[in-house]
Every structure is written in structure tokens, then in C-alpha cells.
């Protein structure tokens, strides 16, 4: 059995007009693809599976453009 790579989560925070949204998410070692692992708002549990297709995309947006920043920032 092989092991994942030891893949970090990551931690977005941002200010929505629901109060603050706080989402830990990880890159998948085996989709290669951004995965939600944690969500709330106002400190509140929260799922991607509440919300709309369209805010789902937005959250997704805005968390691959996160990653992307990060990955940059780490190669400098």
C-alpha cells in the first residue's frame, strides 16, 4: 500500500456578508484538485453541499486563486 505524499492544508479566511467564512482545504494527491475539508461561517459548521452550484463556484474560485498565490510565493 503507498501513501499519500503528506499533502498541508491550507486556511482561507474572507469576509462575506454571512459573517466570516473560514475554509480549511488540501490539494489531492490523487484527483489533483482543491478538496473542502472544513468550513464554517461565524464560527458556525458550514458544507459546500448547502450551497448553491454558483457559490460553489465562486468558493472554488476564490481558493484556487489562493493556492496558486501561495504556490508562487513558495518557489520565490
Do not use: C
Request: no cysteine; glycine share 6%.
Amino acid at each position: 500500500m503507498t501513501k499519500g505524499k503528506g499533502n498541508m492544508t491550507f486556511v482561507f479566511e474572507k469576509d462575506t456578508s454571512n459573517g466570516m467564512m473560514v475554509v480549511e482545504y488540501i490539494m489531492s494527491s490523487v484527483t489533483n484538485a482543491l478538496k473542502v475539508v472544513d468550513m464554517t461561517i461565524n464560527g458556525k459548521p458550514h458544507q459546500t453541499s448547502w450551497m448553491s452550484p454558483d457559490g460553489v463556484s465562486w468558493l472554488m474560485e476564490l481558493l484556487n486563486t489562493d493556492y496558486s498565490e501561495r504556490s508562487f510565493t513558495s518557489w520565490r
